[in-house]
């Protein structure tokens, strides 16, 4: 199931002087820091690639949020489930596999609630274990996989299930256990049974090691989320044991503590089959041996090195020859001033000086540019990304960059889905006009236009577009009235700010008769 997520660098209409992170998913927002211990856990792809879906773990990221990459959340696994139950008529096990799956569900359900907790108590009910929450089952009406995340209680100290429960489901895909405060495993030698395993999430639970060398014999293992193991004193020297997974296609390691001298370096050299890689909010540095062993994955579409040490020579220069597969590099909250070297997110660094326009001409399988927050000055013109017919998301803000959408002439062969050109100084030498390639989108949904000082009438083409859920037009010259037509009652415009300009008249009925508002119109009129 092919799936696109996006990640939203800083979403909404904060002042210029805040510097937040912000997912779909909470719409909660923390300031940035290295601190790790205090840091969200992510797991939610931050990033716009194909084939990757949200997994298990949960919220902000300062992206990805956001982070990572499983098939299906357990719902979609269950409504799936359930659409093939309707479709066909399933070739039913016999009654006495069907029980026996039935009672060590149950019996999964009580290691999870020891000594006296009481997780899906009410929700593991009856007979039909296919319709329990975070149970979902294949057409056979086999369990096909587990989801429980952070379900067992606190103040039932650590839980170590037994293996040998879990090796009776034959016909188990995914198995996602994050947040259960799991120490290690009863008979860990039974997982080796789940020969049709293709997904596994152990994270964020203190792991002593003991299950990693049994991981190593999931012949159909694909995608492997151990972020946030603490303590990882016994975990991290057991990571060795992943470089026989060779149909691996996605692992995720962040917030580990993994430095240049632990991290195993066959993982970067025999692996490679890997598509995705995070490992994000670690202590990696500068380290010639590990960065350029990421060579040898010639199949990794993308990379997360974002809340590391690295500096401007860490950055292996082979990541961006032509033969590179490549699709999203994140590097975000790093050491990084002044490299040569094009990243798709490049946000809250320390770069200066000229954006190295010329680099975009190779990149046309780019879909992500974020470069916020950095010290980027001189002339961009949007000129330099017509031809990027991959681009979706599109961040510049907080720059000294004068950004020029009008001069020379062009058109955009991209669609955007999110656009964040605050204080940019769009247009200064064109009138301070509204871009006007962004008539052309219409599939975006996010604009952010503020503190750019923009002149002139409000356009009705861009208070009126149906696709855009947030516009933000905050601190500019704006003047006249507010232009929106009839269709505005239809629109899925669910933010506007206006404030801080020069408009004048009246509000029109429309805006309190809309379907998709939510209360969050901002009235900015100064009466000017």
């Given amino acids: 199931m092919e799936r696109v997520t996006f990640s939203f660098r800083t979403r909404g209409c904060e002042e210029p002087s805040t510097s937040l992170a912000v997912t779909p998913e909470d719409s909660g927002c923390f300031k940035s820091d290295k601190s790790k211990a205090t840091?969200?856990?992510l797991v939610a792809a931050v990033f716009v690639i194909h084939h990757l879906q949200q997994p298990l773990r949960f919220f902000p990221y300062g992206l990805r949020s956001q982070i990572f990459v499983l098939p299906t959340k357990a719902s979609e696994i269950q409504e799936e489930s359930l659409q093939q139950k309707d479709d066909s008529e399933p070739s039913s096990s016999n009654g006495a596999t069907k029980e026996e799956e039935r009672r060590v569900l149950l019996q999964l359900k009580d290691s999870l609630n020891h000594p006296n907790g009481s997780a899906l108590v009410n929700e593991w009910v009856g007979n039909d274990y296919c319709t329990w929450v975070g149970v979902s089952c294949d057409r056979n009406l086999h369990v096909r996989g587990i989801l429980l995340p952070g379900q067992r209680q606190l103040g039932l100290g650590i839980w170590y299930p037994n293996a040998t429960l879990l090796s009776h489901f034959?016909?188990?895909?995914?198995?996602?256990l994050p947040g259960n405060r799991i120490g290690s495993w009863i008979m860990p030698e039974a997982l080796r049974r789940m020969s049709n395993l293709k997904g596994l999430d152990m994270g964020s639970n203190p792991l002593n090691g003991d299950m990693i060398p049994q991981i190593r014999s999931l012949p159909s293992l694909e995608e492997l989320h151990l972020s946030s193991i603490y303590p990882n004193h016994a975990f991290i020297p057991a990571l060795s044991a992943l470089c026989e997974?060779?149909?691996?296609?996605?692992l995720d390691l962040r917030n580990n503590s993994i430095n240049d001298e632990n991290i195993p370096p066959c993982l970067l050299r025999n692996l490679s089959s890997l598509e995705t890689l995070y490992l994000s909010q670690n202590h990696l540095t500068n380290s010639p041996r590990i960065l350029a062993a990421l060579c040898n994955l010639r199949n990794l579409k993308e990379l997360d090195l974002s809340d590391n040490f690295l500096d401007d020579s860490s950055i292996p220069s082979c990541l961006f020859n032509n033969g590179s597969s490549l699709e999203g590099l994140y590097i975000s909250?790093?050491?990084?001033?002044?490299?040569s070297s094009f990243f798709s997110d490049l946000s809250f660094n320390l770069f200066q000086g000229n954006f190295p326009s010329f680099i975009f001409s190779n990149l046309t399988s780019l879909e992500t540019l974020f470069i916020s927050d950095n010290e980027f000055d001189g002339t961009l013109s949007f000129a330099t990304f017509a031809n990027l017919s991959n681009l979706r998301q599109i961040d510049l803000?907080?720059?000294d960059l004068m950004v020029n959408t009008e001069s020379p002439s062009w058109f955009p062969s991209f669609q955007l889905i999110f656009?964040?050109?605050r204080n940019c100084h769009i247009n200064n030498d064109q009138g301070r006009v509204v871009p006007s390639f962004i008539s052309h989108q219409t599939r975006i949904e996010v604009v952010s236009l503020d503190y750019n000082a923009l002149q002139g009438v409000l356009p009705s083409w861009l208070l009126n577009n149906t696709t855009v859920n947030i516009l933000c037009l905050r601190g500019n010259s704006f003047s006249g009235g507010i232009p929106l037509s009839s269709g505005f009652a239809t629109s899925r415009l669910t933010m506007l700010d206006i404030s801080d300009n020069r408009l004048s008249g009246q509000l029109s009925s429309t805006i309190g008769n809309s379907s998709y508002w939510e209360s969050k119109l901002y009235q900015g009129y100064a009466n000017m």
């Fill in 39 to 41: 840091r969200p856990l």
């Fill in 170 to 176: 034959e016909n188990l895909e995914f198995l996602y």
């Fill in 245 to 250: 997974l060779k149909n691996l296609r996605a």
């Fill in 333 to 339: 909250r790093n050491k990084l001033k002044n490299s």
């Fill in 397 to 399: 803000s907080n720059n």
């Fill in 419 to 421: 656009l964040k050109l």
